[in-house]
């Protein structure tokens, strides 16, 4: 198979991240799952200019299939489609406001309710080598019951059914974590308690909030 439809898709999201900011020349990686192989972006590759047919394609088990040498943090994305199974996208940026809030707190706290489509707080992953099997450890427990992960002194790991809501989650976590520096600079961040968090998913029920609408 030549999973045209995933390369695409990844070159298209790679561009877009690029054209945020959250994406600098070589600086992330994004995959796609297409069953039991993995399109991924190229070890080396300036992501605002890969193209579709540059992307690399491995097995689960890292062996290669077709296309380039795979991203350096490909044991990364492979351990988060080995341990969650819903996964079907994930992306890892060194996008400036979260990398720089990763490199502050053990944990960024709920400081708006949309950050429960995230997981609640997010949980920033010890440092370790790029690439290492303890940074891949570290991610992966961080990533526990949530869609994102920051990397102390790295940057972030969001994850998805789909390559579109990893993305999603990509800028809702800088945004989050944006809205979190600004607070600071002004005062101590009020946090919304677990109470408040579980109201809201409930008001969310309630109202089909964010669902299309005939």
Known sequence: MSYDTERRALAEACRR????????GTAGNLSVRAGEHVVVTPTGCVLSEVSADEMAVVALDGSAVDGPAPTSELGLHLGVYQRFEWAGGVVHTHSPMATAVGCVLDELPPIHYQMLSLGGAVRVAPYATFGSDELHENVLAALEGHTAALMQNHGTLTCGTELDSAVE???????????YWHAAQIGEPSVLSDEQLADVALQVQRLSYGAARA
Do not use: N
Request: hydrophobic letters at 65%; aromatic letters at 10%.
């Open 169 to 179: 989650a990509t800028f809702l976590l800088e945004w989050a974590c944006s809205l």
């Open 17 to 24: 991240l690029a054209g945020e900011g959250l994406v600098i």
